[in-house]
């Protein structure tokens, strides 16, 4: 069983910055990537960035490419999501997500969920 526990999300002003994380567990090999989705209200899921575990590759959106940035830490078998220069844009529930097929940014290659983070922009 994987579970997947986001923490950090909040209300900041535009140009501000968050960083979110998670903590995975269950099963692990070293195949697997780890990434963050984003769902604005009356939006369809959007792909944010992921990362490879093994190597520590790493993947974005072009619309988050240049404020972002994912991290992992092996050690504590989480993964980091750092990011800057916020936009109203960026307001969202941010889900953790898992996936053993990197890179990729379709939603349905990312069988494990968290239970998601609310990130508010305020302008």
């Known amino acids: 069983q994987v579970q997947l526990v986001e923490s950090g999300g909040g209300l900041v002003q535009a140009g501000g910055s968050l960083r979110l994380s998670c903590a995975a567990s269950g099963r692990t090999y070293s195949s697997y990537a780890l990434g963050w989705f984003r769902q604005a209200p009356g939006k369809e899921r959007e792909f944010v960035a992921a990362?490879?575990?093994?190597?520590?590759?790493?993947y974005y959106s072009d619309s988050v490419k240049g404020r972002f940035t994912i991290s992992r830490d092996g050690a504590k078998n989480t993964v980091k999501l750092d990011m800057n220069s916020l936009k109203p844009e960026d307001t969202a529930i941010y889900y953790c997500?898992?996936?053993?097929?990197?890179?990729?940014?379709?939603?349905?290659?990312?069988?494990?969920w968290g239970q998601g983070t609310q990130v508010t922009v305020s302008s």
């Open positions: 997500v898992r996936t053993d097929v990197f890179p990729t940014r379709r939603y349905e290659e990312y069988p494990y």
């Open positions: 990362i490879r575990w093994s190597g520590g590759n790493t």
